[in-house]
């Protein structure tokens, strides 16, 4: 394996070598930056100990790699917020628009997921205050900067990936936002700021299932009471084990979105003169 890298790797942009645990055979698939004579090529791996290799060779058409990609990820809306990319224009009318391009982070609104928390937050608008929101793991800051448009008021966005973070500052910059949003690096809610920052009137968090519940009770502790939880990024069959967790520190559950086989639960808090009702 190592031969083979070592006799490409000054040609190649791109190598990945395949062993089959059943015959052994060997699938070494290479991109070269120009054209190269398969008898040059035969000959670099024989020198490198293969003998007589089976090559085949295929010019790559070229390719707009970057309108390949935006093209795959056309605009959509979902309730009030119209979702796009730089490539695409404004939606024109008084939609809550949302400018997120696809790249590292998770969260352009294309998955069931986003798509679910951004309807719980479209149906919440009509009856929900919010003065302060919580975006756990926030991938883009989609859900952070649709709070922010939506009620005006500021949010704190988390993620724990240094990647998503640098990402969705550049969305709250690009969507006018930066100054109502606050992002942070954090494990959870270990950051200080989070804790302070609480009680939230909202709290917006598409991660996974495990995580939703290993972190029900730091969420139960900073929802203010009345609050309000979007949880996503879980199937049907995770979602009784989400609720069950939230509802065994007081929340109560009170809908829940079905998009395809995934699931986004809205729970809330009861104020304390309904107490656990």
Not at 19 to 26: M, P, R, S, W
Not at 38 to 60: F, M
Not at 68 to 86: E, I, K, L
Not at 173 to 190: C, F, M, P, R, W
Request: aromatic share 4%.
């Amino acid at each position: 394996m190592a031969a083979i890298e070592s006799a490409l790797e000054d040609h190649v942009l791109a190598l990945t070598i395949d062993e089959d645990a059943v015959d052994g055979l060997i699938l070494v698939k290479a991109l070269f930056a120009a054209p190269m004579e398969p008898s040059t090529l035969r000959a670099r791996i024989e020198a490198a100990g293969i003998q007589h290799p089976d090559i085949s060779v295929e010019t790559v058409p070229e390719t707009d790699w970057v309108a390949a990609s935006q093209a795959s990820f056309p605009a959509f809306r979902a309730g009030r917020y119209y979702v796009h990319g730089s490539h695409l224009p404004t939606a024109g009318d008084d939609a809550v628009d949302l400018e997120v391009d696809a790249g590292a982070a998770f969260g352009t609104g294309e998955h069931e997921s986003t798509r679910g928390c951004l309807l719980a937050l479209d149906e919440l608008a009509e009856h929900h205050r919010v003065d302060r929101a919580l975006d756990m793991g926030c991938g883009t800051g989609i859900l952070a900067m649709a709070t922010a448009k939506t009620w005006q008021t500021t949010v704190v966005a988390s993620d724990i990936d240094p990647s998503a973070v640098t990402t969705a500052r550049a969305n709250t910059e690009k969507n006018a936002v930066g100054h109502l949003v606050q992002v942070i690096e954090s494990d959870g809610y270990t950051h200080p700021i989070v804790g302070a920052s609480a009680p939230y009137d909202l709290i917006t968090a598409n991660i996974l299932a495990g995580p939703l519940v290993a972190m029900a009770p730091d969420l139960a502790d900073c929802l203010a009471p009345g609050g309000v939880a979007v949880l996503a990024g879980l199937l049907s069959r995770q979602a009784d084990r989400v609720v069950a967790a939230h509802e065994a520190h007081s929340l109560i559950f009170d809908n829940k979105i079905a998009l395809e086989d995934w699931r986004t639960l809205i729970l809330r808090r009861p104020t304390d003169k309904q107490g656990g009702d």
